[in-house]
């Protein structure tokens, strides 16, 4: 497994945070508890952060959220206490790695803010690999993310996690009717991470927004320009919360992780 990067490479994670949550009703669902300790955004953060080849961390957040207000403030007093302990051990932890960048109103803005946000701290991007994770995705541990990456770099191509689609695909008019069975030969539903060097995926979604384009990933922005871009087999665990019931199964999950790893390893 890569431990670190090479030839002076490295790896930001960028984090999109900044929607609505329209569809999850009430309440933003990235601040609903996955468990005691921690809430919904919180463990893609921990994961990431405690991977030695991930450099920095940028959540393009929602300015006017106040659960964010208060997220970034305990964030901050939290790297005050632990740089007070000197205690070098901790620097593998959110408080160090995480910045939070102003998102926008689209996904795509988020993510496009936050390039523009590392394009001005950073001289030289020719090295840089981009991480692409969704707030909502709590599941993924680890191990999911350092075994992406570790797939990315050696094929060094933008890469996408995904899962091959096994059940029967039917589609619909607009009153539900069925209209017929689409194939599912070739079809898989794409995941986050997703992992594009620097200059591709700021290339792509520059030309999707100053295009009005709208896309729902960015590895569709790749696809535009007609870039490579390489899937990579993904986790049942690592779904999306969407709507309420989503985070009854994601809390099941992420308290007994172990249970749902490497069942299907021989598959």
Known sequence: MVKE???????????????KSTRYKKSNKLFDGIDEDLSVIEPSLVSLSSLGVVNKIIVGYDESSKDFSKLIDSFGKLKNIITESLDNNDINTPHFKTEFVKGGITRQETVFNSLEYVKNIKINTDNLWILVHD???????????LEFINKTIECNTSSVMGLPISDTIKKVDKDFNLIKTVSRENMWVAQTPQMFKFDIIYKSLKHCIDNNIYVTDESQALEILGYNCRMHMGRPHNFKITRKSDLSFARCIHNHIADYLFLDEED
């Open 5 to 19: 990067l090479k030839n002076n490479t490295e790896l930001y994670a960028i984090i999109p945070a900044a929607g």
């Open 135 to 145: 707030a909502a995705r709590p599941c993924a541990i680890s191990f999911d993310f």
